[in-house]
């Protein structure tokens, strides 16, 4: 295979919706799957609606949009995605969840397909055991929102072929993002980074050193961040950010990863960001 000219997103929640609109929008026939056809429409909603603002904002044309709509195929039968080259993986962060997916879909799909996963810390080479094909599985980790963040890491497992790669970054450079190549560890390069400064706001916060609104100004007016570090676990989710904080830790043992307690007591209160009208903030 030279080219991938036909996509399968499985899951259609915040990001995976997020990735199929930017497949469409690239001129890709996209399969949109999810297990119930109430989960698929609210997906379809998603991507329609930001469609529709950015028509309306005048950023894409009509012809741009109405192709963009054509290109999306809703699905809630696997079998459905037994012709395509690609398929994203944008499910619940659980390697057993993952695994079983993967081995379902190292049946359907032929045996070109490439496999790869939006994981953002589980282990690439751990999903790809379940399958025969460990050679074409690989991340592909999007970041929230998918349609307007420029990145996408492309991981490696230890056994994706470089062909695959390639594949990928050609993908990738095809929905006009930048591909930066990580190797298979715990957080790749983003979170590896990213998220024990995250978690150092929150002990800030805990500590009552400063408020949510000092720390975020802090950040964004005096290191230059376009987001303060509590406004943004509130985008991403309280509960997304304590799960890869615990992957990181259990695979590095080191303080900089561990959870501070404050936000798991959050997670057990429902206050998760955005998504539940609380978090850090009120919204």
């Known amino acids: ?59 894409f044309t009509e012809e741009n949009v109405s192709t963009a709509k054509a ?8 079998k459905d995605l037994n012709d395509v080259d690609l398929v994203i993986e944008a499910v619940v962060e659980d390697i057993a969840i993952k695994q079983e997916v993967f081995a379902q ?21 751990e999903i790809a055991a379940a399958t025969q094909r460990t050679d074409r599985v690989l991340g592909l980790h999007f970041f929230n929102p998918a349609y307007l963040m420029k990145l996408v890491e492309v991981v490696k497992g230890l056994e994706t072929s470089e062909e695959s790669v390639k594949l990928a970054y050609s993908f990738v450079e095809k929905l006009g993002k930048t591909a930066v190549l990580a190797k298979d560890t715990p957080g790749f390069i983003v979170n590896l980074l990213l998220i024990p400064y995250l978690l150092d706001a929150a002990r800030v916060y805990e500590n009552g050193l400063a408020t949510a609104v000092d720390i975020d100004n802090a950040m964004k007016l005096g290191a230059g961040y376009p987001m303060g570090p509590l406004t943004l676990m509130d985008m991403i989710g309280i509960d997304v950010c304590v799960k890869v904080g615990d992957i990181l830790f259990d695979a590095y043992h080191e303080p900089k990863y561990n959870v501070p307690p404050l ?12 998504k539940s009208g609380r ?3 009120a919204y």
């Open 279 to 281: 978090g850090f903030y």
């Open 263 to 274: 936000m798991r007591r959050m997670v057990m209160a429902g206050h998760l960001g955005r």
């Open 105 to 125: 879909l190292d049946k359907i799909c032929p045996e070109h397909t490439l496999l790869a996963s939006n994981t953002s810390s589980l282990s690439i080479t």
């Open 71 to 78: 290109n999306l195929h809703p699905s809630t039968d696997l």
């Open 1 to 59: 295979m030279s080219e991938i000219k036909t996509v399968a997103v499985l899951g259609m929640g915040t990001m995976g919706s997020g990735i199929a609109q930017v497949c469409a929008q690239a001129g890709l026939k996209t399969r949109c799957y999810e297990i119930k056809q109430e989960l698929v429409d609210k997906g379809l909603a998603m991507i329609h609606k930001n469609l529709d603002f950015g028509l309306s904002k005048g950023k």
